[in-house]
């Protein structure tokens, strides 16, 4: 009879947090920095060929019901790189609740100071004012059944609905620096397919900077900035830096609003192949607890710095 109550128990807790990561609708990605074209559409063929990213983190030591993302995209420069294409699905599953968001993304570019135009000895610091969109849909999924509570008409049926996605994002960037702000779901819930649902709409700003710290330009460091802005969940701050060696592998810290203190480490291998791992560790008034993750990118063309 414990384990049957313990297990209605965990199953209970998990439907909180559920309903806790409802309020702010969609997944974090302590990934963003390695992938930013699953929180903004603008940095779509940013790169300088195609790259393909696949990405899984969750928690350590999950009872069940506890929170797992798991994402793929891909993305190229197109015209000339004055356009970028790409395709991703990202499926993030807490408690009974799973969510499976797919989507096509486009961006265009305008570019300031061509290098068409410049002597060819100078050194050129290419910068670009992009524009991006996504569209898509987005399967939302409760099994509420699965709780197993009876005479509850709350836990009565699942919920399934399938909800239509439009997002846009704007993003400045230099060698140096870059600043972006995007609304990946600018429709919310209008074409959802059931009437009862309350989406709201985030919108993530961000910014960051590189610098090298030595004089034979080896050593990069790069801080950086995240703001996610969401009805119904606090205001969330995601301050964030690391060195990169050579361009051959990384370390990096960051810090997540009071919730967790998070610890980033890569490698590059065979200059076109990056594996990355990140662990972050919940602090004591976060009830979700120490998470990890890794990211896998192939670029078909070269990582910069």
Do not use: C
Request: net charge neutral; charged share 15%.
């Amino acid at each position: 009879m414990r384990n049957i109550k313990t297990h209605h128990y965990l199953y209970l807790f998990a439907i909180l947090i559920s309903k806790i990561a409802m309020a702010q609708q969609t997944p974090s990605f302590p990934e963003y920095n390695y992938n930013p074209m699953l929180i903004n559409p603008a940095y779509t063929g940013m790169t300088s060929g195609p790259e393909i990213t696949l990405s899984h983190n969750g928690y350590v030591g999950s009872i069940p019901g506890s929170s797992q993302t798991s994402a793929f995209s891909f993305h190229t420069p197109a015209a000339q790189a004055k356009m970028g294409l790409g395709a991703a699905v990202y499926h993030d599953k807490i408690g009974v609740t799973t969510n499976t968001n797919v989507f096509l993304s486009y961006s265009y570019k305008i570019f300031f100071d061509l290098k068409n135009d410049r002597p060819s000895w100078e050194i050129y610091d290419q910068h670009v004012l992009s524009f991006g969109i996504t569209a898509g849909v987005r399967q939302f999924r409760e099994n509420l059944l699965e709780l197993g509570i009876p005479d509850d008409p709350v836990f009565s049926e699942n919920i399934r609905a399938d909800i239509p996605s439009v997002g846009v994002g704007f993003l400045y960037h230099r060698a140096d620096f870059y600043i972006g702000i995007s609304a990946p779901n600018i429709l919310g819930d209008r074409l959802a397919s059931r009437d009862d649902l309350q989406l709201s709409n985030p919108v993530y700003g961000y910014v960051g900077y590189r610098f090298f710290a030595d004089r034979f330009d080896e050593v990069i460091v790069k801080p950086n900035l995240l703001i996610k802005n969401e009805s119904g969940a606090p205001l969330q701050a995601d301050i964030n830096i690391s060195t990169s060696f050579r361009n051959k592998f990384e370390i990096g810290a960051g810090y997540r609003s009071s919730v967790s203190i998070n610890f980033m480490a890569g490698i590059y291998l065979f200059r076109h192949f990056r594996l990355l791992y990140h662990y972050n560790t919940g602090r004591r008034n976060s009830v979700s607890g120490n998470s990890h993750g890794v990211v896998i990118t192939y670029a078909f063309g070269n990582y910069s710095y």
